[in-house]
């Protein structure tokens, strides 16, 4: 069982929607991730957080939008995506901050985010 | 710059027939090395890791990787699959970032 959680694991929102998906890992991690996968390709980095700030953003777009209220939940805000943003969003934490990016990456089972 | 190639895009394998599964990096410090399983419709699962020490490492479900650091590579084996192994699988990198492969789909016909 994994011990990253994440909701709702579907989600269907049209392109005027506000909506956010949500991340808890109950391992005391002190990072956490959001990454963006599309069927059978890796998944790619989105936002890195480190001691609840903000580390890295690989320059996505603003409709897109992290939060991290505490060092246990990580949300994503979603605002005026587009067809193309239709993914399934993973949600990892690792050990950190000290080495972020070097250790293994626990996964949550991912929210199937489809945009119409 | 660091990089990760998988040059299996998709392997298809009868039962009990061994695997190995490629997996070459470019960087020129230390790495942390990982493979990651993705079952259809599951999350993404650690299968083992690499720090340091033994370059043969065990991880769950009988793999095992081996990191030749002259060839800068960590290939994946199992010496007999089963259809259940049937998945993704992505090895990672991790050296000033954490980087994935592209994937390689693994198929086991019964």
């Known amino acids: 069982d994994t011990e990253v959680t994440q909701t709702p694991k579907h989600l269907v929102m049209g392109m005027t929607n506000k909506k956010s998906l949500k991340c808890e890992q109950h391992m005391g991690h002190r990072a956490m991730y959001w990454y963006k996968q599309k069927a059978k390709k890796p998944p790619e980095l989105m936002f890195v957080?480190?001691?609840?700030?903000?580390?890295i953003n690989e320059s996505v777009p603003s409709r897109f939008s992290p939060e991290c209220p505490n060092s246990s939940l990580l949300n994503l805000h979603l605002h005026a995506l587009q067809p193309e943003d239709s993914a399934l969003y993973l949600c990892?934490?690792?050990?950190?901050?000290?080495?972020?990016?070097?250790?293994?990456?626990?996964f949550g089972p991912g929210t199937r985010l489809t945009v119409t | 710059a660091q990089s990760v190639s998988q040059h299996n895009h998709h392997v298809i394998l009868s039962e009990a027939a061994s695997l190995e599964l490629g997996c070459n990096y470019s960087y020129g410090g230390t790495v942390n090395l990982f493979w990651y399983v993705q079952y259809p419709g599951q999350h993404l699962q650690l299968l083992l890791k690499?720090?340091?020490?033994?370059?043969l490492v065990k991880g769950i479900k009988g793999f095992e990787a081996e990191f030749i650091k002259s060839k800068f590579s960590f290939n994946l084996r199992k010496p007999s699959v089963q259809w259940s192994d049937t998945a993704e699988y992505f090895c990672a990198v991790a050296g000033n970032q954490f980087y994935f492969g592209t994937g390689t789909s693994l198929t086991v016909i019964p």
């Open positions: 990892a934490s690792s050990q950190g901050p000290s080495g972020l990016l070097s250790y293994e990456q626990y």
């Open positions: 957080y480190s001691y609840e700030k903000l580390s």
């Open positions: 690499y720090f340091s020490g033994d370059p």
